[in-house]
């Protein structure tokens, strides 16, 4: 069975416009996981604002508690309210026992400083008067609203964009429950190479008067069997050898690498043939181990190979 | 079908459904997020229009019905295609000029359960300041409205079409008399001979990447040159060779970028310009609010962040209030302005940013199940929510 599967990844712009050097370093510090964020340089004191915009909004969600219970038990609390000393005193001793307090006193939480104002703003450059305009350097609204907290008015402050992918993030085979496609911020981390890779396989139908199928050279097939371990999707990404343990004829096999094997073949060509194809089956033992053990899991598969071995020389 | 959350969703407070904030405007529309210090996306205000098929301005309909399909399919897309997040029991805070047509309010109220906030009141809060006269340059107009602590002066308010729009129009006349073109074949022609009329698109990117506001003292020269030629106007800037569509460049002379603005400070047959609006609307104040209002200028919109333009509005009104009829009334001689820690053009914004972070979104929206009952948005010019409330006074 063949399926169709596609992948999701977070695709990146990069903007032609970063100095090369810098590109590099952007680059470099993607390949461990994405480059360093501009900061908003007002963070801090936004965050500030923040806290004293909600301390100021609890404090108003407090009185509207605070008045919806005194307006029901207005007529016990009138006779304290007549003696505003100890009603002051009272109430004061008795806001730490309220769940509706808030934690630590009103007017300290406010640590915000407002802005200041200034009687003078940067006026124009001298320069803006003689200098020419080189429109190349310059970015257009566009750009600057693709990244709306920077807004760079020239090329060179341009910075790459983080660009989200718009289809549904996640998907599963329905047959074999399995992730087609799952979200993974990183696509060059080595976890999403060896789970989340997918392969597109695409059916082609070759028309029967376009094989050739006859064979124009003999081929001496080795007696008996090569023997490849269960496939290992790790051993591509190992930089190093496995010693093989396999006690290989060398005359047979001719080199093996991670999950491939290398084997010699004697092929003598036919007479008069200018170019030598052979043609074998190839036999193997599949063994699925995706699907439920339901079924046998060991399959045995002939497969037939036709190798155009090139031409022959004189 | 199920959606999934975006980045939008995640890390944040109450991760789920985080407030929406939109501030829509005539020409660019800010979302974005509560709690967070810029918006997502700042997007033109167009959508497809469902019978034409034409790119059309979101907020130019021709009836009510027309501007809620509008609407309907432009929050879609900033939902779908740039926010990427669930519109479901999200609550959104809309950020609307106090000014703004109660048609366009209606017609969002109808889409989206939302709390509107106005949005001169909400930039003050990212200065963290109380009081302020907030001057909004937007695309359509120029809105003038003084706060004091924290309550809109709204007998003061001011509005003129003087935005992006008229500077757009000026540039486009300007161009049309002046601007020469060179076409493939290496003929020199004046531009109206080729085309009628420029894009708003060429113009918005003519302006925002060529022009800027010149100083007042050059400004005065130039208009006492066009009255007597005598007087030697100041060298103009080196003009800049514009690449139009196809072959064809344009040259835009150096006089015309820095006279574009000019149209803003230029007062009309009432004597209106943008600063004379600043000092009407200080006059319209009480006296004793004037002087604090004048020391915190704030100065927000797209169109404020056109190169010198805040320069030049300080000295204009610095120059104007000593001139009658505004030196008779006004006793000021002190002007500040804030910077506010955000671009000009989502300052707004980011006040409904800080806001809608709050409790007081939880307290003070509307409900939808509330909205359907009453079918009205509560509003500072319906009297139905604008009265006095004796019994809420009495149980105060």
Sequence with gaps: ?314 | MPLYEGLGGIGLINEKNITVIIDFGSSYTKAGFAGETGPRVITKSEVKCRETGKIVPVFEAKDDEELRHHLVDFIHKLYFRNLLVNPKDRRVVVVENLLGPSSVRNAIAKVLSLLFVPSHLVSLMTLGMNTGLVVDLGYNETTVVPIYESVPILSAWQALPLGGKAIHSSLCELLLDRALTVGEDGKEQRLSAVVEQLSDKVLEDIKARTCFVTSLDRSGRLQNNKYDRAVEPPPPPPSVQYPMSGSRILTLPGSVREMVTEILFERDEDMLSVPSMILNSLMKCPIDTRRALAENLVLIGGTASLKGMKHRILSEVRALVTSPPFSDVLQINSFKVHHPPAKDNYVAWLGGAILGGTEAVVLRSLPRDQYIINDTVPDWCNLAFNTKDEHDEKSA
């Design chain 1, 1 to 314: 069975m063949f399926m169709w599967c596609s992948k999701t990844y977070h695709r990146y712009l990069f903007l032609p416009s970063l100095p090369e050097a810098e590109m590099w370093e952007l680059c470099i510090s993607r390949a461990t996981g994405g480059w360093s964020e501009q900061d908003n340089e007002h963070y801090k004191y936004l965050q500030s604002l923040l806290e004293h915009y909600r301390s100021v909004a609890q404090q108003e969600k407090l009185d509207r508690e605070r008045k919806r219970f005194s307006h029901r038990k207005s007529a016990y609390l009138s006779l304290t309210d007549k003696y505003s000393l100890p009603s002051l005193l009272g109430r004061k001793s008795l806001t730490p026992l309220s769940p509706y307090a808030p934690k630590g006193d009103s007017s300290q939480s406010l640590d915000m400083t407002a802005s200041e104002a200034t009687a003078e703003v940067e006026g124009l450059p001298d320069e803006i008067f003689t200098e020419e305009v080189v429109l190349s350097s310059v970015t257009d609204m566009e750009q600057r609203m693709a990244s709306p907290e920077w807004q760079p008015e020239k090329t060179s402050d341009l910075y790459p964009l983080h660009k989200h992918i718009l289809v549904k993030r996640s998907l599963r085979c329905r047959h074999c429950e399995h992730n087609l496609s799952k979200p993974e911020y990183n696509p060059s981390s080595i976890k999403f190479k060896i789970q989340l890779g997918a392969f597109m396989v695409r059916v082609v139908d070759i028309p029967p008067e376009k094989t050739d199928l006859t064979p124009s050279a003999d081929v001496a097939l080795p007696q008996g069997q090569v023997i490849l371990a269960a496939r290992d999707d790790t051993a591509e990404y190992d930089d190093q050898d496995s010693i093989s343990s396999y006690k290989d004829d060398p005359l047979v096999v001719a080199w093996r690498r991670a999950n491939k094997v290398g084997i010699n073949l004697l092929v003598t060509p036919k007479a008069n043939v200018s170019r030598a194809k052979v043609g074998f089956v190839l036999r193997y033992d599949y063994t699925n181990t995706v699907a439920t053990a339901s079924e046998s899991r060991t399959v045995t598969l002939n497969i037939p190979v036709m190798v155009d071995v090139g031409t022959v020389s004189e």
